[in-house]
């Protein structure tokens, strides 16, 4: 995937548009700085979320980190691969490591998350 088509939110989650639907991973910084991920749980699908709800957590050797939702909008599809295996995050994060996909309310809240470039600068700081 190229990642210059994707949207970050200061989370560190991507962001794929797909028409009324958004995919959202971990970048793979985040998932560098978490190390090996060894189990995450996700929401359920028909789950409605508000922008900063948490939809799930990852838990790696060092730490558990809550996946807080940077859209509004009602999840429509679960990675299930990534509850069998985990580490599909640490392997491919913007392939088969996706986490959940969400049809968002209002198409214009995806303005506000950072660009590619924006978001290098932003783990560069």
């Not at 995937?1 to 962001?15: G, N, Q």
């Not at 980190?65 to 990675?79: D, F, Q, Y």
């Not at 392939?95 to 968002?104: A, N, S």
């Amino acid at each position: 995937m190229d990642e210059t088509a994707l949207r970050f939110s200061e989370d560190h989650l991507w962001i794929l548009e797909m028409g009324q639907t958004v995919r959202i991973g971990l970048s793979d910084y985040a998932q560098e700085q978490l190390g090996e991920i060894i189990s995450g749980t996700l929401g359920e699908v028909g789950k409605f979320l508000e922008n900063g709800d948490t939809f799930g957590e990852m838990e790696s050797q060092k730490t558990v980190v809550e996946l807080a939702c940077p859209v509004t909008g009602t999840i429509r599809a679960v990675n299930e691969g990534i509850l069998e295996d985990p580490s599909l995050i640490n392997i491919d994060p913007y392939g088969k490591g996706w986490l959940v996909d969400i049809e968002i309310d209002d198409p214009e809240e995806l303005e506000r998350l950072m660009s590619f470039e924006d978001y290098e600068a932003f783990v560069e700081e």
